[in-house]
């Protein structure tokens, strides 16, 4: 199947997904993941409808999506991966989502950068929900906590919140924290679900859904 017939199918099975949670349809926005594909397999799945992106790598990102922006100026990217201080000038400048803030250094560096560039971005907090040693994010513990100053302190739009379960555990209670969590902040936002558990985190409450594979193929 090429990578537009596999955009049908999981917007298919997302529909599904909402139906079954006795969610409205169109209350989940697929985040297609496009990192490490070139504009050439990205373009059909643009033509096709797919306007929200994800990438992984800010220097990759801006290889190929100028370009791609400038021919589909209503696209909008979200930056779903790592990032350090002294990418944020160059994030600030192209995505339009920054869904991996996870600590005050790069909470302060995003915030000087939106104010030199005069670009007014969303945010969103990542957690790291598993706790695991090799992941990126801020503790559940600490998050509240976290989501106030980068409010408070830094100013930034903090619209929700990200998470990725351990791959080795049922994801179900992991997406249900990341739920309590963000009432508790009182953020709206829930990015959670890959391609492998997207139908899951329907079902708990995710307002977005980050799919690459299952669309684009195994890279």
């Known amino acids: 199947m ?20 006795e969610r409205e349809a ?45 021919e589909f100026p209503d696209l909008e990217l979200h930056l779903i991966g790592p990032l ?14 920054i869904e991996t803030v996870d600590r005050e250094k790069i909470a302060a560096a995003l915030a000087s950068e939106c104010a030199k560039q005069n670009r007014q971005l969303q945010f969103y ?11 990126a994010g801020i503790s559940p513990i600490e998050t509240l906590a976290f989501v106030e100053r980068c409010r408070d302190v830094h100013k930034l739009d903090v619209v929700g919140l990200m998470c990725i379960p351990p791959v080795d555990e049922a994801p179900g209670p992991h997406f249900a924290l990341l739920r309590k969590l963000a009432r508790e902040a009182g953020v709206e936002k829930l990015s959670m679900g890959m391609s492998a558990d997207f139908e899951i985190a ?4 995710a ?13």
């Open 2 to 21: 090429s990578a537009v017939d596999n955009l049908a199918a999981i917007k298919q099975k997302i529909s599904r997904a909402e139906r079954k949670a």
């Open 26 to 70: 169109g209350d989940v926005e697929l985040v297609a993941v496009s990192k490490t594909f070139e504009a050439e397999a990205i373009r059909p799945v643009i033509e096709a409808g797919q306007r929200v992106f994800g990438e992984n790598r800010v220097q990759e990102a801006q290889a190929k999506w100028p370009a791609l922006r400038a």
């Open 125 to 135: 907090v990542q957690v790291n929900i598993g706790e695991e040693e090799q992941k």
């Open 207 to 219: 307002t977005s859904v980050r799919v690459g594979s299952a669309i684009f193929g195994t890279r």
């Open 202 to 205: 329907i079902g708990f409450g």
């Open 84 to 97: 350090q201080s002294n990418k944020a000038a160059d994030a600030v400048a192209l995505f339009d989502v």
